[in-house]
């Protein structure tokens, strides 16, 4: 596609229930990021992918989030056992390269967690 | 993780009236780059400044990175409605290959009022 796809764009689950997030980057992108951007605050970095490796996942807020990509293209975030503290808009985006300039942002998945 | 503060987090004022927004860290940054978002959207990049002291315009907006590379501006000249929206600074981590990607500030919410 033309630009970075993300899906659902919309999703209300009950506390406790797991959820998957799906991006779709832009073609021949290989790194891939995940952010999570809760009301009123900036980006918060998740996880990145370079190809399909995630070098580092410290930024995940537990271990209840989860992330894969396959076939160095599309990514799933998992978070497992959702909490109402999960409840935010998780941005993918992808680039050329790690650390090569501008990021690409889809728009977002906005969960809720009732 | 280095922290990037931006100023003011709100800014009302009607339209052709002039601005400045604020990115301020303790730290260095090898780049950094202005993002700006719109509801229901992802960030889009508007500008990235790499050499201290750089000046960059893009139309009515002027970005300026700082001589030590700690801190950056926006001003926008002669406002318009279609200016309204979130702009994010996120700066790249001066280490040589940060793991963490970038890492960005929380925002300053702009709305310019017709």
């Known amino acids: 596609g033309a630009g970075v796809s993300q899906s659902p764009s919309n999703k209300v689950t009950e506390k406790g229930k797991d959820v998957e997030l799906r991006c779709d980057p832009i073609s021949g992108h290989t790194a891939l990021y995940w952010y999570r951007q809760s009301l009123g605050q900036g980006l918060e970095f998740l996880i990145y992918?370079?190809?399909?490796?995630?070098?580092?996942k410290s930024g995940l807020p537990s271990d209840r989030f989860s992330a894969e990509r396959t076939g160095g293209s599309v990514s799933t975030l998992t978070i497992q056992r959702t909490q109402q503290e999960d409840s935010a808009v998780y941005l993918c985006?992808?680039?050329?390269?790690?650390?090569?300039?501008?990021?690409?942002f889809g728009e977002g998945s906005r969960l809720t967690v009732l | 993780t280095q922290l990037l503060e931006q100023s003011p987090q709100f800014l009302s004022i009607q339209e052709g009236e002039n601005l400045t927004v604020y990115c301020n860290s303790s730290s260095v940054f090898s780049s950094l780059q202005w993002y700006r978002q719109e509801p229901g959207e992802g960030p889009v990049l508007l500008v990235t400044v790499v050499t201290g002291g750089e000046v960059k315009k893009l139309k009515r907006l002027t970005f300026q990175f700082g001589d030590a590379r700690k801190d950056s501006s926006l001003h926008i000249t002669a406002a318009q409605p279609g200016d309204t929206g979130l702009y994010l600074c996120?700066?790249?981590?001066?280490?040589?290959?940060?793991?963490?990607?970038?890492?960005f500030g929380k925002g300053t919410h702009l709305i310019i009022q017709p």
């Open positions: 992918f370079q190809g399909n490796s995630a070098p580092d």
């Open positions: 996120a700066g790249d981590e001066y280490s040589g290959g940060g793991a963490d990607g970038l890492t």
């Open positions: 985006a992808s680039s050329l390269g790690w650390a090569t300039g501008e990021l690409f």
